[in-house]
């Protein structure tokens, strides 16, 4: 049998703020132990868990992986708003005319994270 992916692990430096940025883009929840200061944070939401584990060093290099979003119920251009309102950034726009494409964010700690098109734009 082969393994499960348990959760995807993410080195930064302060894991309850960035697990909260998280549990909000993936309408997940934090667990009911994390707080402020502690070392790890995760975060549960329908079909995936997040791990944030504190570290001293700074990120300093592109990720060699990243997340890709593709929004359940609003638009590409609606759900990049609304992580741009939660406290990501824009990276790069990758949008094309015909309504393509997708468009690179980072979030508070500078991981890249792309959004594509909704099902319903595709």
Known sequence: MASLLRHLTVDCADPHALATFWAAVLDGSLARDDFPGDPEASVTSAGTALLFVRVGEPKTTKNRWHVDLRPRDRTRDA????????????????????????????????????????????
């Open 79 to 122: 759900e990049v708003r609304r992580l741009l309102a939660l406290g990501a950034t824009l990276h790069e726009d990758h949008r094309r005319p015909d309504g393509s494409g997708w468009v690179t964010l980072r979030d508070p700690e500078g991981n890249e994270v792309c959004v594509e098109r909704s099902a319903g734009e595709r």
